[in-house]
């Protein structure tokens, strides 16, 4: 597998399109919230909105990269990573949000994705990264536990059961 994280460019435009059109199809949400919160087919607007870059209404400056596994030279997935947390992230949200494309899941991509995630947190000062995932994604709960993931506990959020996973990186 020989995988990077890449920071999206124009370059990189068919790569995000076929990816987000893959996800689409499916019905499925997709995640992270962050590759999804504008429309993609408006490419420069996109690009130029993908990151936040300062605090404002409860949203944090944020960096989101794009899984390429360059062998085949497609995007498999993306990570977003919250530079720090508010109280609310704190509890149901967490520094790092993490997905991967349907056809590309169960081949190993998200443990390591997340793996080359915790080398950027730790190069933005973050020595503790805090990940949550829905109880019934066992998958990513896999994920996080072999990145070193240690469960604190679980809260309800909107009827829904989150596990939060603290992630050591001193």
Same mark, same amino acid.
């Given at each position: 597998?020989?995988?990077?994280l890449?920071? +999206?460019?124009k370059a990189?435009?068919t @790569? +995000?399109?076929?990816?987000?059109? =893959?996800?689409?199809?499916?019905?499925?949400? #997709?995640?992270?919230?962050a590759?999804?919160?504008?429309?993609?087919?408006n490419?420069?607007?996109?690009? &130029?909105n %993908? &990151?936040?870059t300062? =605090?404002?209404? $409860?949203?944090?400056?944020d960096?989101? %990269?794009?899984c390429?596994?360059?062998?085949?030279?497609i995007?498999?997935g993306?990570v /977003?990573?919250? @530079? !720090?947390?508010?109280?609310e992230m704190l509890?149901h949200? $967490?520094h790092?949000?993490?997905g991967?494309?349907?056809? &590309?899941?169960?081949? $190993? !991509?998200?443990?390591a994705m997340i793996g +080359?995630?915790l080398?950027?947190?730790?190069?933005?000062?973050? *020595?503790k990264?805090?990940?949550?995932?829905?109880k019934?994604n066992i998958g990513?709960?896999? *994920? #996080?536990?072999? /990145?070193g993931?240690i +469960? &604190? /506990?679980?809260v =309800?959020v909107?009827?829904?059961? =989150?596990?939060r996973y603290?992630?050591?990186?001193?």
């Amino acid at each position: 597998m020989n995988i990077q994280l890449v920071k +999206l460019t124009k370059a990189y435009k068919t @790569h +995000l399109e076929d990816m987000m059109q =893959e996800w689409t199809g499916t019905g499925e949400k #997709i995640v992270p919230y962050a590759i999804r919160k504008n429309d993609y087919h408006n490419f420069d607007y996109y690009l &130029e909105n %993908l &990151e936040i870059t300062q =605090e404002t209404d $409860g949203k944090v400056p944020d960096t989101t %990269l794009f899984c390429l596994d360059a062998d085949r030279n497609i995007f498999v997935g993306a990570v /977003n990573i919250r @530079h !720090y947390l508010t109280k609310e992230m704190l509890v149901h949200s $967490g520094h790092i949000g993490d997905g991967i494309r349907p056809t &590309e899941r169960r081949k $190993g !991509y998200a443990t390591a994705m997340i793996g +080359l995630a915790l080398k950027e947190a730790k190069k933005l000062g973050i *020595s503790k990264v805090l990940m949550v995932c829905d109880k019934n994604n066992i998958g990513s709960a896999k *994920s #996080i536990i072999n /990145n070193g993931g240690i +469960l &604190e /506990n679980e809260v =309800e959020v909107d009827g829904v059961v =989150e596990q939060r996973y603290w992630i050591d990186l001193v």
